[in-house]
């Protein structure tokens, strides 16, 4: 069971996606997801160039020496390009692996350890009746734990606010948010953090009082916050008993998340934005954090993500991959093969994908009733269809970026 063809496959559907087709020498192929939004055609060439001419020949059934020589024979670790394309290749080999036994992959990582995964979606409002009616549309679609962004006053533009909140009607598109615009360069929002930190808890409080204590509700600070701003914030949330709040701090300094840890109980997710076990290793040892955001496709693939997520499970912390539309199908699929098979899943990211990208990523996993299931079709259960794919050429796109008031550049 060789690899005889490797095949990086972009498409651009509802957004870009790039995609490692392996096939073996018995005919079983293999997907991995590696796009990395915005920076997409770095991977591509990072496969194409580097790791598809040392993978044909290889035996394809070898899936932790293939992670290992790719890691270490690069010389140069880490990183989010390096660590999207061995996840591309880690997950397009558990992909086969599951096809050459006649199993869905999460019977590979030890089977079912529930009968579904508890999904959350993205509801967002400019104004609170905005979001209220937002919050209202996804419950009638079916979820059952919603992450909850919405406008500051003040600000024009800001992360996670949808402007399209009929989004199903209008335009046979299903997803409400996507960042990334298409165009030469990014789009500039503007960002205030007093103004952010007054308004917040009145939208959570107001929502509170609508929905009730039992619905779930997540919502994320993405990167914006020093550590004592943070600290405020998770305070302030308490008494509306948050899922999580999500990347309050940048985070790459691990240590600031002691001091939002010594001042509030609201649990905290992070690591939409960490590739490997080494971003985490502080937070999880000093138990700063309650879940861990990353998704297959950033992190390494199956292999690594499991790792990382049974080192947290020592420590009582939890799944909450990370499932944006960037996330393409088959990145969704590992992720919800994986999450099915660890003992701690804690919840699953899910935004729709768009129906053109259902028509070229055919796959087998489920959402009823508010809950993911991956099927049973051996491998991940996602099919591409070339001709489909070859109909949605690469096109230019870029994640926003932040400026306050003065003109600095902030996080976005
Ligand atoms: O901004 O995936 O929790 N989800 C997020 C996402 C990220 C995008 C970036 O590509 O923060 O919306
Ligand atoms: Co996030």
Redesign the pocket.
């Known amino acids: 069971m060789n690899i005889d063809k490797a095949e990086v496959i972009v498409t651009s559907p509802d957004r870009n996606f790039v995609t490692l087709k392996l096939t073996t020498d018995d005919g079983l192929t293999g997907l991995g997801d590696a796009t990395l ?2 920076r997409e055609l770095a991977v591509v060439s990072y496969l194409r160039d580097h790791v598809v001419p040392l993978l044909l020949g290889r035996d394809a059934a070898r899936i932790e020496d293939t992670w290992q020589f790719l890691y270490r024979s690069a010389y140069w670790r880490r990183g989010p390009v390096t660590m999207a394309a061995i996840a591309a290749v880690d997950t397009a080999l558990w992909d086969i692996k599951g096809k050459a036994a006649g199993m869905p992959v999460y019977q590979l990582l030890g089977g079912a350890s529930r009968n579904g995964l508890l999904a959350y979606g ?1 509801a967002s409002g400019t104004t609170l009746d905005e979001l209220v009616d937002s919050i209202q549309h996804h419950l009638a679609q079916g979820y059952r734990a919603i ?1 909850v962004q919405t406008g500051v006053p003040g600000l024009k533009s800001i ?2 606010i949808s402007s399209n909140a009929t989004f199903e009607a209008n335009s046979g598109v299903r997803y409400d ?1 996507e ?2 615009q298409r165009g030469v360069r990014p789009k500039e929002e503007d960002w205030d953090t007093r103004s952010y930190l007054r308004h917040v808890p009145a939208v959570f409080e107001a929502v509170r009082n609508e929905f009730g204590p039992e619905l779930p509700l997540l919502h ?1 600070a ?1 990167h914006r916050l020093t550590p004592i701003q943070a600290a405020r914030l998770g305070k302030s949330l308490e008494p509306y008993d948050l899922f999580w709040l ?2 309050v701090t940048p985070a790459e300094n691990q240590e600031a998340l002691r001091l939002v840890r010594q001042h509030t109980t609201t649990p905290l997710a992070i690591g ?1 934005i960490f590739n490997t076990v080494w971003d985490y290793q502080q937070v999880i040892r000093e138990q700063l954090i309650d879940y861990v ?1 990353s998704a297959v496709t950033h992190t390494g693939g199956i292999t690594h993500l499991k790792k990382i997520l049974d080192y947290a499970s020592q420590y009582q912390i939890k799944s909450g991959m ?6 393409s199908p088959v990145g969704m699929a590992a992720a919800v093969h994986l999450g099915l098979a660890i003992h701690n899943f804690g919840i699953q ?1 899910y935004m729709q994908h768009g129906t053109k990208t259902d028509q070229v990523f055919q796959q087998s996993f489920t959402w009823k009733d508010g809950f993911l299931h991956p099927g049973d079709q051996p491998g991940l259960g996602v099919e591409l269809d070339l001709d489909e794919a070859g109909k949605y050429p690469y096109t230019q796109a870029y ?1 926003p970026y932040n400026r306050l008031a003065d003109g600095t550049v902030h996080d ?1």
């Open positions: 939004n915005g993205h992450r992360y996670g948010y960042p990334a994320d993405h999500e990347d939409e955001r990370h499932g944006p539309t960037d996330i990211e994640l976005w």
